[in-house]
């Protein structure tokens, strides 16, 4: 007899930037009894993005005051010198509601090993370089274009990963 894991589960929603995880995130928040739960950045926000549902958007002072205090789990430093971090409620388990978040893929694999959910990965990227370039450029990110290139091959290439086409 096999057992099966009960605990609640938690999606995470990663992937290069550029590569569609906010489209994929509304998707699935618009169709589904998954509840969003915001990560924290000290980037400003984007046109479409609404504070405390996309992100929460602090000064990089209260980002790590939040981080010392423990409402920060993990964080990790990115494009443009900003900071985004993992709120350390997803580490508990509050009540049995399936989960939503965004995390890049290392913080990924530090919540998979530290959270009492099941966390189950959803990897999102674009078909190719090309089309990520070209994401970017409409975004007005050219100027960060090879840096985060560079860092979707790595993790494409990264420990775990299996890229399959049709």
Known sequence: MTHLDARPLMFVVSGPSGAGKGTALR???????????PTYTT????????PGVDYHFVPEDEFFRLHSEGTI?????TYAASYYGSPSSLLEVTDTDPLLTELDPS???????????RVIGIFVTT?????????????GQQGEA?????????????????????
């Open 27 to 37: 998707f699935l928040t618009e169709r589904s009894l998954l509840r969003r739960i």
């Open 43 to 50: 980037r400003l926000p984007r046109e479409h993005e609404i």
């Open 73 to 77: 789990f993990e964080y990790t430093r």
């Open 107 to 117: 913080g990924f694999v530090r919540v998979r090993t530290a959270s009492k959910r």
């Open 127 to 139: 078909t190719s370089e090309d089309e990520l370039r070209h994401r970017l450029v409409l975004r």
């Open 146 to 166: 090879a840096q985060r290139l560079r860092i979707r091959t790595d993790q494409l290439s990264g420990p775990g990963c299996t890229t399959m086409s049709s």
